[in-house]
């Protein structure tokens, strides 16, 4: 039986937890990196920048009371988004994490080296490698210690801030907007990081204590807090320095110190700095570490990362990979670059969290939070556009980091994860049933509007049962409203031949022909009109007359494509794209009243077209449908439960018996029906170079596959979701 963590802390443990997250570079080392970009106007980047964090910060509350469990971002944005932005997520953190610990070891050592002098990196890089090996061998910070830090930090801070302040020249102040807007997002983009650990208390929310209340309250009045802290800090650290003399500096907050409260001020200020600084770089590989081990469990790293070693019960592998990260960093990357980097990642992370929420909501997954963002969506709306402007105004490495790192998570979701992992975030299911819901309110609007004029093109001299079977389908499909089918035989003569009378003549083949439409006529009940075409070019002819009669569908005839028309294209496929009107094509083997009509969805949702068509073919014969659908047996269960709402919806939909049909890909046959419909590719150069058969098994029987004219075709970004969801 596996045991349930203590829920033992209280608010005040959990603001503990998360001011002492946040407290650290934010602000012993970013304010002089930011007042170089932004000059005065960094007090304002502060500010603006813990607004930006709130979206965020209320949407990881909301999670953490819906899912209380220990676990990360990671964790919400890999549930809820699915494994490919889980991998993404995951990667992005876990650099994130990374980056900010070595900013915190480059920057906080600085602060030592004012009272010993030794070389900076060396020294970083062995404080880099202690810190690992303490992680390696299981040493972990208490609550009491964190609390400890956190009452030291802010002693220290707060005494800084109370004695400097009666020293703050307005003149310092000057020029307060030079820096424009752009200076204000290039330095609100750079301090981002200074709240990354306002969300860290999620990760340790399976121990807080009434977490409904708890956790919002925690994060938000830490943030609150820490916001109110830092633009108080910086605005003191600007005013009691002369302008520019702070920025550039790798020790700013003792630089100010100096210039008020004297050496003492100083020493109080490196205590509480490398206090502060070694604690985030510690949390830093501790939480960043557990993030490829976390990754492992879920199968989307390699099995070797989440194995923890006999000797030292922590995870050595990911310890020792998250090291090595760290040491290269504090080695090559100089420290504006590596703050950069850890701003850039943690706003593209907390841009996912907005979007993970929508996710869960809209959904189908059990999410019941007990604390609720308030504004939705539009706080989750105003965070995410917010993130992505901010990842703009962060400099060529910054992006091009956070666009690297990203490509190479999804080259390594498809290469290792995509074979070894079937399941699917709520966000796939919310949008496969926002499709599903838009796709059934088209059949809807479609299967009121029946075709009342259809053209069936006879070319070739084609007759008897082929014939036939056209003009029959088309007459099932104009019957419900008593409409017209309109039979035309199309004949080409040489380019070189001039179409005069004689040419243009009826023939004994033309009036047979007519013959045989009037018979049709009458056994099928339908009103048929059958006329005779001559032309040069048969296949812009079937256009012009469609266009000309202004005919509702063209039901045509469709061989296999041979060889040269898969690479010159085929003359009906240049009908099916020029088209004033829809377009069926069909595969004919016959077509004597077919009781069973496959509709075949093909990974996408039915169009309305291939549902009317299949519709009334079947209430013209009596018959039945059959809903066909591929369904990877491995697949995941919201898949196929969303895809049965989705076929019971539909099927209530049509006036004739429908049955479900799961052609499985793994292997197993369909009854054989009488008929098939599908739905043709949109893609004209896919159709002129492929024959796009259906993901299923070849049926036998006549197929009929539609495309819809260029006014019913869904638009490519609903194809992709279509195509990406169904």
């Known amino acids: 039986m596996t045991k349930d963590l203590e829920r033992d802390l209280g608010l005040p443990s959990v603001l503990a937890i998360s001011i002492g997250a946040m407290i650290g570079s934010g602000i012993f080392i970013l304010p002089a990196l930011a007042l170089e970009i932004a000059g005065p106007l960094v007090i304002v980047a502060y500010a603006l920048a813990g607004l930006l964090v709130v979206p965020a910060a209320l949407s990881k509350a909301e999670m953490a009371t819906a899912m209380p469990e220990a676990g990360g971002t990671y964790i919400y944005i890999e549930r809820g988004m699915g494994p490919l932005l889980g991998t993404v997520a995951g990667v992005g953190t876990w650099f994130s994490l990374s980056f900010k610990g070595a900013l915190a070891l480059v920057g906080g050592v600085p602060y030592l080296l004012l009272l010993f002098d030794l070389p900076l990196k060396p020294v970083a890089l062995a404080l880099a490698a202690l810190l690992i090996l303490v992680n390696v061998v299981g040493a972990k910070q208490t609550g009491r210690l964190q609390v400890a830090i956190v009452v030291v930090m802010l002693a220290a801070l707060g005494w800084f801030a109370a004695g400097s302040a009666p020293s703050v020249a307005s003149a310092n102040y000057a020029n307060f907007f030079d820096a424009g807007l752009a200076g204000l997002l290039a330095a609100t983009g750079l301090v981002f990081v200074s709240y990354a650990g306002v969300t860290k208390v999620a990760s340790v929310a399976e121990e807080v204590e009434n977490p409904g209340r708890n956790i919002p309250l925690g994060i938000l009045g830490s943030l609150v807090f820490t916001t109110l802290l830092y633009v108080a800090l910086v605005a003191v650290l600007v005013g009691v320095t002369d302008p520019g003399s702070v920025a550039g500096s790798l020790t700013p907050v003792a630089v100010a110190a100096e210039a008020t409260l004297g050496q003492v001020g100083v020493v109080a200020v490196i205590l509480a700095a490398i206090l502060a600084l070694i604690s985030t770089a510690n949390a830093g590989i501790l939480s960043s570490s557990r993030y490829?081990?976390?990754?492992?469990?879920?199968?989307?790293?390699?099995?070797?990362?989440?194995?923890?070693?006999?000797?030292?019960?922590?995870?050595?592998?990911?310890?020792?990979?998250?090291?090595?990260?760290?040491?290269?960093?504090?080695?090559?990357?100089?420290?504006?670059?590596?703050?950069?980097?850890?701003?850039?990642?943690?706003?593209?992370?907390?841009?996912?969290?907005?979007?993970?929420?929508?996710?869960?909501?809209?959904?189908g997954a059990d999410y019941e939070p007990e604390f609720t963002a308030p504004l939705y969506p539009w706080v989750q709306v105003f965070g995410l556009l917010t993130g992505l402007a901010l990842l703009t105004q962060m400099g060529p490495v910054a992006l091009?980091?956070?666009?690297?790192?990203?490509?190479?998570?999804?080259?390594?979701?498809?290469?290792?994860?995509?074979?070894?992992?079937?399941?699917?975030?709520?966000?796939?299911?919310?949008?496969r049933r926002q499709v599903g819901r838009q796709a059934l309110t088209e059949v809807a609007s479609a299967i009121d509007e029946s075709p009342t004029e259809v053209l069936v093109p006879l070319t070739k001299g084609r007759g008897g049962a082929r014939e036939r079977a056209l003009v029959s389908l088309a007459a099932d499909l104009v019957r419900p409203d008593g409409g017209r089918v309109v039979a035309v035989r199309f004949e080409e003569v040489p380019d070189q031949a001039p179409l005069t009378e004689d040419v243009a003549r009826q023939s004994a083949a033309?009036?047979?022909?007519?013959?045989?439409?009037?018979a049709l006529a009458d056994e099928l009940d339908v009103a048929i009109e059958a006329d005779e075409i001559v032309s040069h070019d048969t296949k812009h002819a079937i256009v012009n007359f469609a266009r000309h009669r202004g005919v509702d569908s063209i039901v045509a005839e469709h061989e296999p494509l041979r060889l040269r028309s898969r690479l010159l294209g085929d003359p009906i496929d240049w009908v099916v794209r020029h088209a004033p009107c829809d377009v069926l094509l069909v595969d004919n083997l016959g077509y004597d009243a077919p009781r069973t009509v496959a509709l075949s969805g093909d990974r996408g949702p039915y169009h309305p077209l291939a549902v009317t068509v299949a519709g009334a073919v079947a209430a013209?014969?009596?018959?039945?449908?059959?809903?066909?659908?591929?369904?990877?047996?491995?697949?995941?269960?919201?898949?196929?439960?969303?895809?049965?709402?989705?076929?019971?919806?539909?099927?209530?939909?049509?006036?004739?018996?429908?049955?479900?049909?799961?052609?499985?890909?793994?292997?197993?046959?369909?009854?054989?029906?009488?008929?098939?419909?599908?739905?043709?590719?949109?893609?004209?150069?896919?159709?002129?170079l492929l024959d796009p058969r259906p993901t299923v098994p070849n049926p036998g029987c006549t197929t009929v596959t539609v495309y819809p004219h260029e006014s019913g075709r869904p638009p490519l970004a609903r194809r992709l979701l279509e195509r990406l969801t169904f």
């Not at 080259?411 to 992992?421: E, M």
């Not at 491995?634 to 049965?644: I, K, N, Q, V």
């Open 292 to 363: 490829p081990f976390a990754m492992s469990r879920d199968r989307l790293a390699p099995p070797s990362l989440s194995a923890v070693s006999d000797r030292f019960g922590t995870p050595l592998n990911a310890i020792t990979l998250t090291g090595v990260v760290l040491l290269v960093l504090i080695a090559f990357v100089p420290i504006l670059e590596i703050a950069k980097l850890a701003s850039a990642f943690q706003i593209l992370v907390f841009a996912l969290i907005n979007v993970a929420v929508v996710a869960f909501r809209e959904g």
């Open 400 to 431: 091009v980091g956070a666009v690297a790192i990203v490509a190479a998570s999804v080259v390594w979701y498809l290469a290792y994860v995509r074979p070894r992992v079937s399941r699917e975030g709520v966000a796939t299911d919310a949008v």
């Open 510 to 518: 033309d009036r047979t022909f007519e013959v045989r439409t009037e």
């Open 620 to 688: 013209a014969n009596e018959g039945t449908i059959a809903l066909w659908y591929p369904v990877d047996g491995a697949g995941p269960d919201t898949h196929r439960e969303t895809l049965a709402t989705y076929q019971d919806e539909l099927s209530a939909m049509l006036s004739v018996p429908v049955r479900s049909e799961s052609l499985r890909t793994d292997g197993g046959q369909p009854s054989r029906p009488d008929l098939l419909v599908r739905r043709g590719a949109d893609d004209s150069v896919r159709g002129a």
